[in-house]
């Protein structure tokens, strides 16, 4: 691969500041959830103690990209980061499913009303990212057993397929009240099929494609985070009663994480 | 846009919107309307609002004031008696039934303004009773002329218009071809208890479907759990009839006219309907409003009450009542509330109160517990006023010990059946020979007696909400009577002599007389009625519109 | 007599500190429910319909139904007011059982009923010269049905003990914002409403609870 500068800055860099910003929208929406369950678990704190460090670390590897000791901290802390996400992920399942009283047959209503299932695995994503521009950083040029932009496309298809079953849950849980919420659902799985496509058997044509659906993912997120705030305005008594429209209406971070998974996937197609 | 507004060809009224504004309505009154509709609650709001938007010109009247929800509804219990029929009625029999807040709505939106919202199908069982059950001594219990079929289209569509949220996977009755418009609601505590419950002790246990909304639609925002659904709701998210019915039908150019007390029926000497005479606020003179057709949706208190208080020479028994059954098989749905009470905060008063969780495990004839019919069985969440007449009531309690037990308010949980009763002639709604209301109309006396069959069933229900309570970890268990909805007294049926409408809601004797409310059900179901009644109103549009199409309604 | 300390015990709240007024200004009050709340706090009606002895019972009457001895005079949730208001304008529930009279007839013969009852069986003392014990006793025979009484051949005093007298006096004392705080009730909610609703959810302007009786 041959990196390419874009405004000053080496892909590896964009990719840190990727890393800084997917794993502020997650610590977001995890506060917010968290906090409308009180912080009933100790547990619940950690996204924000993990994800601190994560944004820290990746932001100071992106301004000093040649520090290697900078470097190591971001790779411990994108592993940190992949760890709490994991746990995360067991207590979502716990607590959110298992050991509800309905049971099998009430699952699709836990996998509404609980905690987000997927969530906590976008911090996991959000570590691996980190992991992968440590390593980017340090001049590897593979990743995993993976050739860096095959890494990357990868890494996508995955992500980009969490993101969108997740949100499939929750805009199925919103009655797809605006035409607007199946376009997380339908472009973004287009783009995953061309990720992987690009990933297994490259070619010029996959190639086009999969650029032409990143950036239309982009678009689905830009569009996605002005339809939620708008969703806060829905709601009763809109953004003045914000301190509870918040708790209750759309998540104001999740619809950025696709203008950074597809963000992902245009450093590797057009900077690596 | 001002009242009065003479310029706008016709449409010279003003009626409240839903978010505070003034819409304009069209003035019918100086008119013959095709058609008049008395009631403006689940069935005539629905009737009314697909003839208007089918072309007819059409007058909805209603006793009650036009709400405005943002200005009118009040966020106290007590404040809250005027949305409820508070003119006096009287209640005998052996279990004579509360009326008023308990069942009673009266302004534009009827009950639907104060319901719980259960949005609930019959089961095709409950319209063929008598074929499947059998005979039982001393009730009529009898098939509906019409099968749940025939009304399969129109519970999905008024589903539809209500956008009822509910669960993907409906358990009970004949199962779904459409999902749900809208997804069922968070659990709160009280339904929590329920699931809880039910899974200990293996009963099928479901999210409950009701007519209030978990999403955005249109102009109006979700559910943000109140919990003041009986009085009101000020969020708009409670899809009554008010805030979906009504503003389709004056838009479609119907007449809304509150406040607007209707004393009979009149008619010609041919015996068709000729329109009505109703009150009018600030004045004491019966005004004649003139309609080709005349559909009655009082609710089965009133509606059996103006068609008895439309007796005249043609009609001495009152008007299409030839069978003499006008007013007879009145019936409502027992519906205990078992309580105890919980180490956990359940804050009952949150959320609506049928909390999300339902089972209608019992709602069908069971083998072996020597009673037909079943019940519901969901959870209700009263507010301190309402609960603490209800603990009264049913311990019996007053004193230092009721104010102390009070102080656990917060700990209680309540489950509530609707159960099956059973149509029995010597339940009647009849004209009080004495008691004359405001407007100088006989009041009506309503006559009730549990049948044998109805006891044994409650007393079924008592026992399995107490066990589904404890097994969720609930202690000092009691219950309370309650009836809820009120249904019978006009029966539908295919024989003249012994029902009042037949299946298409129309009047036997009278040809341009339809009913469209719970007075029509010649038996009770084992579901709250509301959706039923929307859907057979909706059909009865229908149906009056291919009339109307074929030279056959006038 | 038992001593303060034992009175205050007896009705000490899980929610000492939780006032539902201090929420007037917040989102959970609109325009319209704080009229209705501020007109019975500070509306409180004359007595208008009761003779004064009438008034003199039912207050003690209520007083056993809904003891407030904790209380100071003008620290109290007026009770006899709010009924004799509905009585004075009429305001029906909208229904009555065919066995009792019409409201303002029932209620001033089952007050007689209430004294003669008193005088039958405590020496011909009227209700309000007996002591709580006493006093007690008379309502819990009109409870069961069987107080003697030539008023009560008239009026049946089961019904209108259950149907009338009790449902009313606690329905009057539940709805004053008093009642509310000691039982930790959240209040009007409009426009705002509920985010934390499952078991032991608490929003920060609930009640919280200092104490639980149990």
């Known amino acids: 691969m041959t990196p390419i500068e874009f405004l000053g800055l080496y892909p590896f860099q964009w990719l840190a500041i990727i890393t800084a910003g997917t794993t502020l929208l997650l610590m977001v929406d995890a506060l917010v959830g968290h906090y409308r369950r009180a912080f009933a678990y100790r547990m619940q704190y950690a996204p924000t103690v993990t994800g601190t460090a994560l944004v820290v670390a990746a932001l100071l590897a992106a301004a000093f990209p040649d520090l290697p000791l900078l470097n190591q901290l971001l790779s411990w802390a994108g592993w940190l980061a992949a760890a709490t996400g994991l746990v995360g992920f067991g207590y979502h399942f716990y607590y959110g499913i298992v050991i509800k009283p309905g049971g099998m047959k009430w699952l699709l209503h836990y996998l509404m009303y609980g905690a987000p299932i997927l969530a906590p695995l976008g911090l996991t994503a959000a570590g691996v990212l980190g992991v992968i521009t440590a390593r980017g950083l340090a001049g590897e040029h593979a990743v995993f057993g993976l050739v860096m932009p095959v890494a990357l496309f990868l890494f996508v298809t995955i992500v980009l397929a969490g993101a969108i079953v997740q949100a499939g849950i929750l805009h199925y849980r919103g009655a797809f009240n605006n035409p607007a919420m199946y376009a997380p659902l339908t472009i973004p799985s287009l783009a995953m099929i061309a990720g992987a496509w690009m990933a297994l058997a490259p070619s010029t044509v996959v190639r086009a494609a999969f650029a032409v659906l990143l950036w239309m993912t982009l678009l689905v997120g830009f569009i996605g985070f002005g339809m939620h705030l708008r969703g806060l305005d829905r709601e009763m008594g809109g953004l003045y009663l914000w301190h509870v429209n918040l708790l209750e209406g759309p998540p104001q971070g999740a619809p950025g994480l696709f203008i950074a998974w597809a963000a992902i996937g245009l450093v590797g197609l057009y900077l690596l | 846009m001002t009242q009065q507004d003479q310029n706008m060809d016709g449409w010279s009224l003003s009626a409240p919107g839903i978010h505070g504004e003034l819409v304009p309505m069209r003035d019918w009154s100086r008119e013959e309307v095709d058609v008049c509709v008395v009631g403006a609650g689940a069935g005539g709001g629905v009737v009314g609002a697909k003839l208007a938007e089918a072309g007819f010109s059409v007058v909805i009247l209603d006793a009650g004031p036009h709400w405005d929800p943002m200005n009118d509804f009040i966020s106290d219990e007590h404040a809250s008696t005027k949305l409820y029929w508070t003119d006096e009625r009287i209640t005998g029999g052996d279990n004579p039934v509360e009326l008023g807040t308990n069942n009673s709505g009266r302004g534009v939106g009827g009950s639907t303004i104060h319901y719980s919202m259960v949005a609930l199908r019959a089961h095709p069982d409950h319209f063929r009773r008598r074929t499947i059950e059998g005979a039982v001594e001393n009730t009529d219990h009898r098939d509906w002329p019409l099968a749940f079929d025939d009304l399969e289209p129109y519970y999905e569509e008024v589903e539809e218009a209500l956008q009822i949220a509910g669960p993907t996977f409906y358990p009970w009755g004949k199962p779904r071809r459409k999902r749900y418009p809208q997804r069922e609601h968070e659990l709160n505590a009280s339904a929590n208890v329920l699931v809880r419950g039910c899974a200990k002790l293996g009963i099928p246990v479901a999210p409950s479907p009701i007519a209030t909304l978990s999403a955005p639609h249109e102009d109006r925002p979700p559910c943000v759990y109140r919990g003041f659904c009986n009085f009101g709701c000020t969020t708009n998210a409670k899809s009554s009839i008010l805030v979906t019915y009504i503003p389709r039908a004056i838009r479609a150019g119907a007449e809304v006219r509150g406040n607007a007390m209707v004393a009979r029926i009149t008619h010609d000497s041919r015996g068709r309907a000729t329109g009505v005479l109703h009150f009018r606020k600030g004045s004491d003179d019966l005004f004649q409003q003139r309609a080709k057709s005349v559909i009655v949706a009082g609710y089965a208190i009133e509606s059996p009450r103006l068609l008895l208080n439309s007796s005249s020479s043609l009609f001495p028994q009152g008007l299409a009542n030839s069978s003499g059954v006008v007013g007879k098989y009145f019936m409502v749905q027992s519906s205990e509330q078992v309580f105890a009470k919980f180490p956990e905060r359940i804050n009952q008063y949150k959320a609506p109160p049928p909390g999300g969780a339902i089972t209608e495990h019992f709602n069908r004839t069971m083998p072996g517990v020597g009673f037909v019919g079943g019940y519901t069985i969901e959870v209700i969440g009263p507010h301190p006023v309402d609960f603490v007449a209800k603990m009264a009531a049913g311990r019996g309690l007053w004193g230092a010990e009721l104010r102390r037990e009070m102080f656990d308010y917060n700990h209680f949980s309540a489950l509530g059946m609707v159960g099956t009763v059973m149509p029995n002639r010597k339940n009647e709604v009849k004209l009080h020979g004495t008691e004359r209301d405001r407007y100088g109309l006989p009041v009506p006396h309503v006559i009730f007696s549990y049948h044998e069959n109805d006891k044994r069933l409650i007393k079924h229900s008592i026992v399995k909400m107490k066990e589904i309570l404890e097994a969720a970890g609930g202690t000092d268990v009691w219950s309370d009577h309650r009836t809820s909805h009120l249904l019978g007294c006009c029966r539908m049926g295919d024989d003249p002599a012994d029902s009042v409408v037949n299946a298409d809601c129309r009047a036997h004797d009278v040809p341009n007389l339809f009913i469209c409310d719970g007075s029509v059900f010649p038996n009770s179901t084992g579901v709250n009625p509301s959706l039923t009644i929307q859907a057979l109103a909706a059909r009865t549009a229908d149906r009056m519109r291919d009339m109307a199409r074929r030279g056959e309604l006038w | ?214």
């Not at chain 3, 007109?39 to 409180?44: A, G, M, S, T």
């Not at chain 3, 009338?164 to 606690?170: A, D, E, F, T, Y």
Request: hydrophobic share 30%.
């Open chain 3, 1 to 214: 007599m038992r001593s303060t300390q034992e009175q205050d015990d007896e009705f000490r709240s899980s929610y000492p500190n939780y006032n539902v007024l201090d929420k007037w200004f917040s989102p959970d009050w609109d325009d319209q429910t704080r009229k209705v709340v501020r007109d019975r706090l500070e509306k409180v009606p004359p007595i208008r319909f009761f003779s004064e002895t009438e008034a003199q019972t039912l207050a003690a009457v209520a007083e056993r139904i809904m003891p407030q001895p904790d209380r100071t005079e003008s620290g109290r949730i007026p009770i006899v007011p709010w009924i004799d208001e509905k009585l004075y304008e009429d305001k029906r529930d909208g229904y009555r059982y065919e066995k009792l009279p019409p409201q303002r007839q029932a209620w001033q013969q089952g007050l007689a009923g209430i004294d003669e009852t008193a005088g039958m069986l405590f020496k011909g003392r009227r209700f309000v010269e007996l002591d709580a014990e006493s006093q007690d006793t008379v309502l819990k025979r009109i409870q069961k049905g069987d107080p003697p009484g030539e008023i009560w051949k008239q009026l049946p005093s089961q019904s209108f003990f259950e149907h009338m007298l009790l449902k009313i006096v606690v329905k009057t004392y539940y709805m004053h914002p008093i009642a509310w705080n000691e039982i930790g009730y959240n209040g009007p909610s409009s426009p705002r409403g509920h985010v934390r609703i499952w078991e032991d959810g608490l929003d920060p302007w609930e009640a919280q609870e200092e104490a639980r009786r149990r």
